[in-house]
């Protein structure tokens, strides 16, 4: 009998040792954004629609929302810059563009406005020691998004880091900042540095329940390559390479995955559960404002029973965007618009152009300049065009933005009334 009642405590104190690491996993899952069938699920239970922006430019810059159209990914933006005005100026002005374009105050106004989450792309090598944005080491990655978490999270907005610009390239455009193919899907160094800068990112956020979800690359594969049904068919296993690389260190949260042919083409898919968390993305610009034009992806939704979200589209009439938001909120397809802010127009906060840009560094960066007397030829006063660029550095920040209130309207933001 005493044996007997030492059995049962034994098998009752595992039971209870079960019960409360059960309840505590189960607590600790509560804490992030959880996969309901097709619905995202906040902690708290209620049902999770997106709606949001981008910050695109602020850490993978692009030549049009400068105002470029040749000059059109960062690689280039950059020589034109340390051509015309030296490497060192250069190297400061993308510190204090980093410390302008996105801060405290942009965060609390995008809250302010009713969005509930922030899409943001960034460039692999800020997490490397590779040369990138005025740094050549120890890269300021962490540094950014940390401080982005802390805004978000004092604003309950979700974060979507993703993988804008990847080892190698994998969109093979200027949108990859690479040099003109996919070569991420023929490289293991590339692989494996993906896959290894995924894993870092998602140990350092495991425990972090403001990041929604890691989207693993942007836009993968472009159209123009007459190797694309072969570069394909690389993109899944790929997927399922750098998903197996973030659960070793967190099974917290969400993976996006992206389509290829501009997230548009999800014939590339076949074992789309092979993750527990997994949701998909799509992007749409132009076009149909019905169900009929995106029925692809309304079918590929509805195949998978999974979230489906439109990580990007924009620049269109206010009057297209409101009936494009009209319709994916009517087929459960949450969105973040394309971008926060740039030059000009087409965005929420829009950017005023220094009064010399076209003429100083608009002309020089689309100017030829193949050999160096052609930048010789081309080169304005360096003094002059160093204050123009400090300019645009003061009018990118929060306050001296020009609010646009038809888009922020038609996008299904609220402007606050003063």
């Known amino acids: ?13 595992i039971g209870l040792a079960f019960a409360l690491f059960g309840s505590v996993g189960a607590m600790a899952k509560s804490r992030f954004v959880t996969i309901n069938g097709e619905n995202l699920v906040q902690p708290n239970g209620k049902k999770l629609f997106i709606i949001g922006t981008n910050l695109g430019n602020w850490l993978n810059p692009e030549g049009y929302m400068f105002g470029f159209k040749k000059t059109n990914s960062y690689w280039m933006i950059n020589d034109a810059i340390c051509q015309m005005v030296g490497p060192d100026a250069a190297d400061e002005f993308w510190r204090k563009f980093k410390d302008n374009y996105v801060t405290r105050r942009d965060i609390d106004y ?27 080491a120890n890269q300021d990655g962490f540094a950014r998004i940390d401080s982005l978490v802390s805004w ?19 969109t093979g455009d200027n949108i990859d900042d690479s040099y003109g193919y996919p070569w991420l899907f023929e490289s293991e160094k590339s692989q494996s540095l993906f896959c ?7 140990d350092r ?10 989207e693993l690359l942007n836009e993968p594969i472009a159209p123009y390559f007459g190797n694309m049904k072969d570069l394909n068919t690389k993109l899944e296993p790929l997927y399922k390479r750098a998903v197996k690389s973030i659960r070793e260190v967190d099974n917290n949260h969400i993976v996006l995955l992206g389509g290829a042919q501009w997230n548009g083409n999800f014939d590339v898919f076949s074992d789309w559960k092979f993750d527990d968390k997994i949701m998909y993305t799509c992007h749409r610009y132009g076009g149909g404002t019905d169900s009929k034009a995106i029925q692809n992806i309304i079918a590929f939704r509805d195949k998978t029973g999974l979230p489906m979200y439109m990580g990007e589209t924009g620049h269109n009439t206010d009057e297209w965007q409101a009936d494009f938001c009209k319709m994916l909120r009517k087929n459960n397809i949450g969105y973040t618009f394309w971008p926060y802010k740039k030059l000009d127009n087409s965005c929420i906060n829009a950017v005023q152009r220094p009064a010399e840009w076209d003429t100083i560094v608009v002309k020089f960066a689309e100017a030829q300049r193949v050999i160096y007397k052609d930048i010789r030829d081309a080169r304005p006063d360096q003094e002059k065009a160093k204050d123009v660029l400090n300019q645009y550095l003061e009018k990118i920040k929060c306050e001296n933005c020009v609010p646009q209130i038809g888009y922020i309207r038609s996008i299904g933001l609220t402007v606050p009334q003063n």
């Not at 044996?3 to 034994?10: C, L």
């Not at 290894?196 to 998602?202: H, L, Y």
Request: with cysteine.
């Open 110 to 136: 995008l809250a302010s406005l009713g969005a509930n989450t922030i899409r943001v792309p960034f460039n692999y090598k800020l997490f490397t020691d590779e040369d990138y944005m005025g740094l050549n």
């Open 196 to 202: 290894e800068i995924w894993r870092k990112i998602a």
């Open 1 to 13: 009998r005493y044996m007997m009642k030492k059995i049962y405590k034994f098998v009752l104190c």
């Open 152 to 170: 978000c999270r004092d604003n309950h907005l979700y974060i979507i880091l993703d993988m804008h610009d990847a080892p190698g390239g994998q």
């Open 205 to 214: 956020y495991k425990d972090e329940p403001v990041i929604l979800g890691y």
